[in-house]
């Protein structure tokens, strides 16, 4: 089980929202590179960014600080990253900045073809976030709710060849009161494609939790709230999941 840092980006700063609400923004660091760094260094294998100015705006609006993240951390790891992407330019210009996985998601669910134009253009590096309350999926920074059904909506983006899907419940998001394990693994159950796990994550109890499930087709979980505000150390969860892994 691969555990993710976030670091969610608003106005240049290292911030942790509560169910996305974008007035609700706690600043954990004025320096996100340096915040990169630091998980680098706490044996961090991949990182998760979300560029929150740029969801809300429908366009890319920190990709200096972004840049800052991938010069400081080189090609050490693996970045992933969301967040105002709704054209196969932005995703050329993040991946030849050193992004690995770009990340689709208001995209993606109201323009299925620019999904599968994205999947077609760059195989590999493409992931679908779908944010989903109740099995429905939301969209425009969550504020709106969709009448699409999470998993049938998975399924079908599965078939465009995205490479993972990560699934949030915004229920549970930035709140530290624990992940919705059930409604992951019956996503997983639908899919042939990884899994990972956002929202909610607390404790070693939910990493328990999550890695006992992982061969459900759950290889990681993105952690943000919980890692910032000492609720989990990081460096101890991933090794934790690391043991459990090899069982």
């Known amino acids: ?5 976030a670091i969610d980006i608003k106005d240049g700063h290292c911030v942790r929202l509560r169910q996305g609400d974008m007035s609700a923004a706690t600043v ?4 996100p590179a340096a915040m990169a760094a630091h998980w680098l260094a706490q044996g961090a294998r991949r990182l998760h960014l ?3 100015n740029g969801a809300v705006a429908g366009k890319p609006k920190n990709e200096k ?11 050490e790891i693996p970045i992933q990253l969301g967040g105002g992407v709704r054209d ?31 999947c077609s253009a760059f195989p590999g590096h493409i992931i679908v976030g779908l944010d989903a309350k109740d099995g429905k999926v939301a969209v425009d920074g969550w504020s ?3 009448g699409h059904d999470v998993i049938d909506l998975a399924v079908k983006f ?15 998001d930035g709140m530290l009161n624990g992940v919705n394990v059930g409604a992951t693994v019956r996503l997983a159950r ?7 796990a956002s929202g909610g994550i607390t404790n070693l109890t939910d990493i328990d939790a999550l890695c006992a499930v992982e061969n459900e087709g759950i290889n990681a979980a993105i952690t943000g709230r919980a890692i910032y505000e000492g609720t989990l150390d990081f460096a101890a969860a991933q090794r934790r999941a690391d043991e459990l892994s090899a069982q």
């Open 1 to 5: 089980m691969l555990l993710i840092p």
């Open 28 to 31: 954990f660091s004025d320096d």
């Open 50 to 52: 979300v560029d929150l």
């Open 65 to 75: 600080t972004i840049r800052s993240i991938v010069d400081a951390l080189g090609d």
């Open 88 to 118: 196969l330019d932005t995703i050329e210009r993040y991946l030849d900045d050193g992004i690995s996985y770009v990340i689709l998601g208001t995209a993606a669910v109201k323009s299925p073809g620019f999904l599968h134009d994205a």
């Open 144 to 146: 709106k709710l969709t």
């Open 158 to 172: 599965e078939d465009y060849g995205v490479e993972a899907v990560i699934y949030t419940d915004i229920g549970r």
């Open 190 to 196: 639908a899919l042939r494609i990884p899994v990972i």
